[in-house]
């Protein structure tokens, strides 16, 4: 949904400077014409007749202020959705020191070190004990990155 807002208040925003562009060209610049007379400024006086300077004034007045509204809106926005995309990294798993082995490779390293000879049952009982060994080794290591997070040193360059 935040998405399609910002798109739609950035749409408003570039049709608010295309306005405030217009109305600010349209103005004379002087009593000789200048940029306004060339691009339209005689149509605004012929529309407007003796006012036209205080309606083109408060005309860009309120485009200006549109515009910062309109650009404050987008800078909260996107603010508010960098902070969502912000939590789901987390940067004591990023800069940790350890290296972990993937899971498959340690389910495959205990299958091949359990004492597969003899019978089922045997085979079954070796591959539980070698397990249960590699589990105790996993918690451990769990238990060690867990101590590091909670105790973080600082990062050196």
């Known amino acids: 949904m935040s998405t399609l807002l910002i798109s739609l208040l950035t749409l408003v925003l570039l049709l608010i400077s295309a306005f405030v562009i217009l109305i600010v060209l349209m103005q004379r610049t002087s009593q000789n ?12 006086e012929s529309a407007f007749g003796s006012e ?4 083109l004034t408060k005309g860009t007045v309120y485009g ?3 515009f910062f509204l309109v650009a404050l809106g987008l ?4 603010q508010a959705q960098a902070a969502k995309t912000i939590d789901a ?3 004591n798993t990023l800069i940790s020191s350890k290296e972990e082995k993937p899971v498959a490779e340690t389910i495959t390293k205990v299958v091949e070190s359990a004492n597969v000879e003899g019978t089922s049952e045997e085979a079954m009982e070796s591959v539980e004990a070698v397990a249960v060994e590699a589990e105790a080794q996993v918690k451990e290591a769990v238990e060690s990155v867990d101590a590091a997070v909670s105790d973080p040193q600082p ?3």
């Open 89 to 91: 990294v987390d940067m």
């Open 64 to 66: 200006i202020i549109a």
């Open 33 to 44: 014409g200048g940029m306004g007379a060339a691009l339209g400024g005689g149509a605004a």
């Open 155 to 157: 990062a050196t360059n």
């Open 52 to 55: 036209t300077n205080n309606i």
């Open 75 to 78: 800078y909260l926005l996107y």
